[in-house]
């Protein structure tokens, strides 16, 4: 199985190169060089290596906190790698989700995380019951006082929370949104980010929009990608479509093409509805012809 490595450092003070050796000693036929905070979840060589890993294929680092910061992080690169039917592998702890004793350990982690929020469940409930048995009243005085400053508090606490909640799924849309607005309208970004994930994930226009807008407020996309649609003229979509798909995944094959745009429920240049290599073939020709991909 191609094993390709993972390798980040936090500072440009730092060097990769313990890890590059560790990895290349291990086997790894491609190693990823990262500089980039370990809580930083939408981090763009860790994005593309997600969206490039292919089945079979096995994410190696050198230690867990080289991919990731907190349990929850680790479990969701985890999942993605599973959906994929690839597989990870630390060197220095003993995780391989490739060997039975590997899923043990994952298996174990995943009933440490949802215990430890089990636990904060129950002491927040206590607190709740001991604050009402002594008579007093929950929530924040400022806030049923109206106090501006206690309102600002909140709403951005809230908004810091969102931020954390989209983190979690960042890899999913934020390269597609910088890469293909304005020039793509938002019903087809939509369908090119869902087209991969389960129907349980599946985004809304509404909310894809709204994470959009909060990333824009902290600086992560550029207001740009809010700007209007450019028209497509004539057959310009179907190109337009085919040379964003190959543009995420340079090394996608043409019939996994066809399955993105069968999974898009996208009709064929003659308004079928499966695909083949050689249509995928034409479109591709034509989105080099127009620009949108390299020769």
Not at 266 to 279: A, D, F, H, K, V
Request: with cysteine; aromatic share 4%; proline share 6%.
């Amino acid at each position: 199985m191609p094993l390709i490595g993972y390798a980040r450092v936090s500072t440009e003070d730092q060097t990769p190169l313990p890890q590059v050796q560790a990895l290349t000693a291990a086997g790894c036929s491609r190693i990823h060089e990262e500089q980039a905070s370990g809580g930083d979840r939408a981090r763009p060589v860790l994005t593309r290596l997600l969206e490039q890993v292919r089945k079979g294929d096995t994410l190696v680092v050198v230690r867990i906190d080289r991919l990731a910061r907190s349990l929850s992080h680790l479990l969701e690169v985890i999942e993605r790698l599973e959906a994929k039917g690839a597989f990870f592998r630390s060197i220095e702890d003993p995780i391989d989700t490739a060997s039975p004793q590997g899923k043990f350990t994952l298996q174990v982690l995943g009933a440490a995380a949802e215990f430890e929020r089990a636990l904060i469940r129950e002491r927040t409930k206590a607190g709740l019951a001991s604050a009402r048995s002594q008579g007093r009243i929950g929530g924040n005085p400022g806030l049923r006082a109206r106090n501006p400053a206690a309102l600002r508090k909140v709403s951005l606490a809230r908004h810091e929370g969102y931020l954390e909640r989209l983190s979690g799924t960042a890899q999913e849309w934020v390269p597609q949104v910088r890469r293909l607005r304005p020039d793509m309208a938002w019903e087809d970004v939509l369908r090119l980010i869902n087209a991969p994930l389960p129907p349980s994930r599946h985004w809304t226009q509404a909310r894809l929009i709204r994470a959009t807008r909060a990333y824009i407020r902290d600086g992560f996309l550029p207001q740009t990608v809010l700007g209007r649609a450019k028209r497509q003229v004539g057959n310009d979509r179907l190109p337009v479509i085919v040379a964003a798909i190959r543009g995420a995944d340079p090394d996608i094959t043409l019939q996994a093409i066809c399955d993105r745009l069968e999974a898009m429920r996208e009709r064929t240049p003659r308004g079928r509805t499966t695909w083949q290599p050689s249509s995928v073939r034409m479109l591709l020709s034509q989105a080099v012809r127009l620009g949108l991909l390299p020769e």
